[in-house]
């Protein structure tokens, strides 16, 4: 009984995490799509065929990944030494990280993003990967410490020490007990990261004059989603 309260819930929590998905990619096949009515009431593929008959579709989604996989692996790298002394350590010090870590998530993002298009213009960053990466960063990063540091908290250095006696490499114990204890809080780290894929391409390829893709791209990527604007536009 309670394997089976576990699965639904799983299986839930897994439905609510693609369902925006879904009804996005079934908002791309309909024509006529009001309140309402829960189901499209026409059906076509003229408007994804024309998409992707649009070269800058296909550069977005391109662009997109490799924005979205270099900020994911970016983030793991930058958040585990930083998680790992948060969560395992006792500092003098530790309150102001945290609350400094903090600030990106309370500060509103339009501030954020302004802020960060006039530095990158100075620097000659806006308009790039690079510099989309970066503004990616701003939100992911302590996302991702979080996340990590709240698996360090329940880790026991132990198993690192019981490695070492049984013969482990000193550089590859510390990885190697972690990821087979707590690989769970890496892959929530890189649905973080991930999810900055689709302001990506919407970011790159959206016509802004028109009212339409201005409103389903905020709608849809939410308010991390103003900084890649600002550096793509």
Not at 89 to 116: D, N
Request: charged fraction near 15%; charge should be positive.
């Amino acid at each position: 009984m309670r394997k089976a309260i576990t699965l639904s819930l799983r299986i839930l929590l897994y439905f609510i995490l693609v369902a925006p998905l879904l009804l996005f990619i079934a908002y791309g096949f309909s024509t006529r799509w009001f309140f309402p009515a829960p189901f499209p009431t026409e059906l076509t593929t003229l408007t994804f065929a024309r998409a992707m008959n649009d070269s800058r579709t296909l550069t977005g989604l391109h662009e997109g990944l490799l924005i979205a996989i270099i900020v994911s692996l970016l983030s793991l790298t930058l958040a585990f030494p930083a998680a790992r002394v948060l969560g395992l350590r006792q500092f003098r010090g530790r309150q102001f990280a945290w609350l400094l870590l903090f600030l990106p998530t309370v500060v509103p993002p339009l501030a954020i993003g302004m802020g960060l298009n006039i530095l990158f213009l100075q620097l000659g960053l806006a308009g790039t990967i690079f510099g989309v990466v970066l503004a990616h960063l701003v939100p992911t990063l302590p996302y991702t410490i979080f996340t990590l540091s709240s698996a360090f908290a329940r880790y026991d250095e132990n198993f690192e020490h019981q490695a070492l006696a049984l013969g482990a490499k000193p550089n590859a114990d510390i990885f190697q007990c972690y990821f087979a204890d707590d690989d769970s809080q890496s892959s929530s780290s890189d649905i973080i990261c991930l999810s900055n894929f689709m302001e990506s391409i919407f970011a790159h390829f959206a016509d802004w004059r028109r009212k339409d893709y201005h409103s389903a791209y905020f709608v849809i990527c939410g308010g991390f989603g103003r900084r890649s604007s600002y550096h793509w536009n």
